[in-house]
């Protein structure tokens, strides 16, 4: 019967089962997290393809204002050549048709026109958006002088400021005489330029700013410039650049994407905060349950530890008192039989086994207490067991007992360490098959004493030598694996000390050491 083999294969069992749950749950969670990745990876494509077209729209526009602005700028020449035309000297004789020039003049209603002398004084100006009277607003103080001073002012730093723009023309008026004609945009391109503005912002806003976007950045190789990010300013600046792409190049590989023929971009991306969180929950999960388990199996081993402790005690007191009656019978029966006439020899040995039974039921009903430690005779203690174990194993078992010299008294319970040479020496004898030999030998070194236990029976196999002390283990087919477990309590619990297999060959014999602190 081997308990403790049952036991450890339902472990096992277990444990595969785990395994294979923990494996399982691991591979779903890897699937989930795979998916998300490709279809975050999609995203950040998409976001790519996103810019390109924006890229591709600015273009466009950009083509579309210059067109624009071109057409306005011949409408600027076309007006400035009519104003020429009916500012010449002939224009006022009244055969000259000027109908077309003053037709082309008065179309003008959206582009804004400011001419200046020489000087760079205002001379004329049309279709301007604003005039003295708001100059007035802020300067009310001011004399109409100062008011039209500032407003001239005014147009003069417009006009410069439009030459960014719009090239001005300068034209000779009359003779050695040059004016300058500065012009703005219509209000139909201001319009369009305020729409695209607000269309661009949008999209920006809609594409790059989105929260729910993963971490993208898109790189221009040729200019080495960022396109597009979604990330924080500070990290995509001139100083931390080069570490954010190599951070997020460590994640994803960069994605090449061609913008036109030979523009060459590098998309980098990272996974989401959502997808991380998902990578490494599973495992968190795992650890947290497993300490869970762990704790929990810690609080249970105690309660089984000591719910076993209780029963153990409690057997071996009902023991010890089932085996107090019939042995005060014999007792009884002893001094009877010492009355009548027969031979005084199997009295006396039956006076010694009711000895050793009285010793037995002491031993058991020590059991559960708290055992006295006296400082004995160690040798004696191990010397009386031995010679009581002689007579009673098989005649074909040598019992060799050694003492170092200068032994000193040791603390222990004779009762129950008399009990742990007597296991071990039986474990020995079956080990043996009641035929060999057994070495008991006692020395001390130092702030210990060792009891030594050698037999030259089959040994323990190097996977069994652990198991040994387990309750339930055992190899005999009858065996309940209790004899050596009951033997560690005793030293361990009892006396403080430690027994374990000090040397064992298989074939050739197992050596037990025993070791009692002075």
Not at 316 to 333: D, F, I, R
Request: charged share 25%; proline share 3%; net charge neutral.
């Amino acid at each position: 019967m081997n308990i403790y083999s049952n036991k450890q294969r339902w472990k096992i069992i277990l444990l595969v089962l785990a395994l294979v749950f923990v494996g399982l749950s691991l591979f779903v969670s890897n699937r989930i997290v795979s998916k998300v990745h490709e279809r975050e990876k999609e995203r950040a494509k998409q976001w790519a393809g996103a810019i390109k077209k924006k890229v591709e729209l600015v273009k466009l526009t950009n083509q579309t204002f210059t067109q624009l602005r071109e057409k306005e700028r011949e409408k600027v020449a076309l007006w400035i050549d009519a104003s020429k035309e009916i500012a010449k000297p002939t224009s006022l004789d009244m055969n000259s048709d000027i109908t077309f020039p003053l037709q082309i003049i008065n179309q003008n209603k959206n582009i804004p026109v400011v001419l200046l002398d020489e000087e760079k004084q205002v001379s004329a100006h049309v279709n301007i958006s604003f005039d003295t009277s708001e100059i007035r607003i802020f300067h009310p103080m001011a004399s109409k002088k100062e008011i039209q001073q500032l407003f001239d002012d005014s147009l003069i730093r417009l006009s410069e400021k439009w030459s960014a723009v719009n090239p001005p023309f300068t034209i000779e008026v009359y003779t050695d005489l040059f004016m300058t004609y500065y012009y703005g945009d219509s209000k139909e391109i201001i319009r369009l330029e305020h729409d695209k503005d607000s269309l661009l912002a949008s999209f920006n806003e809609d594409l790059i700013n989105n929260e729910g976007l993963v971490p993208v950045l898109l790189f221009d190789v040729k200019n080495n410039s960022v396109i597009g990010s979604n990330l924080p300013k500070e990290e995509i600046s001139k100083q931390k650049l080069d570490t954010t792409m190599n951070d997020l190049k460590k994640g994803n590989d960069p994605i090449p994407i061609l913008f036109g023929e030979n523009q060459e971009m590098l998309l980098y991306f990272d996974s989401s905060s959502e997808l991380k969180q998902l990578k490494y929950f599973p495992y968190i999960q795992f650890v947290i349950i497993g300490l869970f388990i762990f704790i929990a199996y810690l609080i249970f081993s105690t309660f089984r530890k000591a719910e076993q402790n209780k029963v153990w005690a409690g057997m071996a007191k009902e023991t010890a008192h089932q085996l107090g009656t019939p042995l005060s019978s014999l007792m009884a029966w002893t001094e009877l039989l010492d009355n009548e006439e027969i031979n005084k020899s199997i009295t006396i040995e039956m006076r010694r086994d009711i000895t050793r039974l009285d010793k037995v039921t002491d031993r058991f009903s020590k059991i559960g207490s708290e055992a006295k430690l006296k400082d004995s005779d160690l040798v004696h203690t191990a010397e009386s067991i031995i010679e009581y174990l002689r007579l009673r194993i098989s005649k074909h078992v040598e019992l060799n007992f050694s003492v170092q010299e200068n032994m000193v008294p040791v603390p222990h319970n004779a009762s129950l360490l008399e009990w742990v040479i007597e296991n071990i020496i039986k474990n020995g004898v079956d080990a043996m098959e009641a035929k060999g030999k057994i070495d008991v030998k006692i020395h001390c070194e130092g702030s210990h004493a060792f009891i030594d236990i050698t037999d030259n029976g089959k040994g323990i196999e190097k996977k069994n030598i652990k198991k040994i002390f387990t309750p339930g283990f055992s190899t005999k087919q009858r065996g309940w694996g209790l004899g050596l477990s009951l033997v560690k309590r005793i030293v361990s619990e009892y006396h403080k000390g430690r027994v374990f297999v000090l040397h064992s060959e298989p074939k050739k014999g197992t050596t037990f050491r025993i070791t009692l602190s002075l």
